[in-house]
């Protein structure tokens, strides 16, 4: 039950952290960084993967380059849905989502470490025993 908000929480305190290092993301608030954070969460989840698949020969041709304008591409769709963030510029949407991702990375890892979240090799499937 904690999982979804504490991932949330990580994604908010990574676009703050967004919003300082790169020009043309603006964020208003820290509510407004909750929002878009899940905003950011549905889109890469339903959009995303769509508009992957759409542009898989674009993709293929550019050596996945192309995979940068998709990533810039959901996340003004971001910053169009969520009042208080906003995306300009070239740099913010393109640089924006990297910093996002390297930034939700390293705070994923700090709340995997202090156990507050479970990484994906430590799910144990049902009958399995401990290991010691």
Do not use: H
Not at 5 to 18: D, E, G, N, Q, R
Not at 83 to 110: D, H, K
């Amino acid at each position: 039950m904690l999982t979804p908000f504490l991932t949330a929480l990580a994604t908010a305190l990574s676009l703050l952290i967004v919003d300082l290092v790169v020009p043309g993301v603006n964020i208003a608030n820290f509510p407004a960084a909750m929002i878009a954070a899940v905003v950011v969460g549905l889109i890469n989840g339903s959009v995303k993967p769509v508009l992957s698949a759409l542009s898989l020969p674009l993709n293929f041709l550019s050596f996945g380059a192309f995979s940068l304008v998709i990533n810039g591409l959901c996340f003004w769709l971001a910053a169009v849905l969520v009042p208080g963030f906003s995306v300009s510029g070239i740099i913010g949407f393109l640089v924006g989502p990297v910093i996002l991702t390297f930034a939700n990375t390293f705070i994923n890892n700090y709340f995997v470490e202090k156990n507050l979240l479970s990484s994906g090799s430590d799910v144990k499937t049902q009958g399995e025993l401990p290991s010691r």
